[in-house]
C-alpha cells in the first residue's frame, strides 16, 4: 500500500484502530516512516488530552452580549465608519453593479485621456494672404536638407570656376 494513503487514515487509526482495514496494518509494520509518523501522532493526541481547558467565566455571554448591543446603538464617527457598519451589520446589499459602474466610468474616461494623447496634432500651414516668396522661404526654412544640397552645390562650382581660371592662364 502506498504510504500517502496509509498516512490518510491515520486519524481513523487513532480513533477507530478496528475500522481500518488489514492491509494499512500489514503496511505499518513493514513502513517504518509511517509507524513512526503514527507514533508521533498519538503523542500529540495525548499531550492534547492531558491540557487542561481554561474555565470560562459565568458571566462572559453576558459581557459579551452587552457589548454587542453597545456596538450596534453607537452612532458610527463619519461616513466611511456608517459604510464600514452597514457593511458589517445591515442587510447584504450586492456592490456588482456599483463596481460595475465605477469600472465603466473609469474606462471610459481612461480612453479619452488616452485618445487626448494620442490624437495627431494639427499641423500649421501657412496663411494664404502671405505671398509665394514667404512661402517659398519658409518652407526652405523647414527643408534642412535643401540646405545641405545648395551648400554642396555652391562648393561644387567655387572649384570649378577656380580650375577654369587656372586653364585659361
Known amino acids: 500500500m502506498i504510504c500517502q494513503k496509509v498516512r ?19 503496511h505499518l509494520k513493514g513502513c517504518a516512516e509511517c ?11 495525548a499531550a492534547l488530552d492531558a491540557w487542561p481547558a481554561p474555565e470560562v467565566s459565568p458571566w462572559f455571554d453576558g459581557r459579551l452580549q452587552a457589548r454587542l448591543r453597545e456596538e450596534r446603538a453607537a452612532a458610527p464617527a463619519g461616513w466611511l465608519e456608517r459604510v464600514r457598519a452597514r457593511m458589517k451589520f445591515g442587510e447584504r ?3 456588482r453593479p456599483l463596481a460595475a459602474a465605477a469600472l465603466a466610468l473609469t474606462i471610459a474616461v ?7 494623447f494620442t490624437a495627431p496634432q494639427p499641423v500649421a500651414t501657412p496663411t ?13 526654412d523647414e527643408n534642412s536638407q535643401v540646405f ?3 551648400n554642396s552645390l555652391d562648393q561644387d562650382t567655387g572649384s ?7 586653364n585659361s592662364l
Open 148 to 150: 545641405q544640397e545648395l
Open 128 to 140: 494664404q494672404s502671405a505671398s509665394p516668396v514667404i512661402r517659398d522661404l519658409q518652407s526652405l
Open 160 to 166: 570649378n570656376s577656380g580650375a577654369a581660371a587656372n
Open 110 to 116: 481612461g480612453g479619452g485621456i488616452y485618445e487626448g
Open 35 to 45: 509507524a513512526r509518523e503514527l507514533r508521533e501522532l498519538e503523542a500529540t493526541m
Open 8 to 26: 490518510a487514515k491515520m486519524p481513523e487509526m487513532l480513533l477507530a484502530p478496528e475500522g481500518v482495514g488489514a492491509e494499512a496494518r500489514e
Open 93 to 95: 446589499v450586492s456592490l
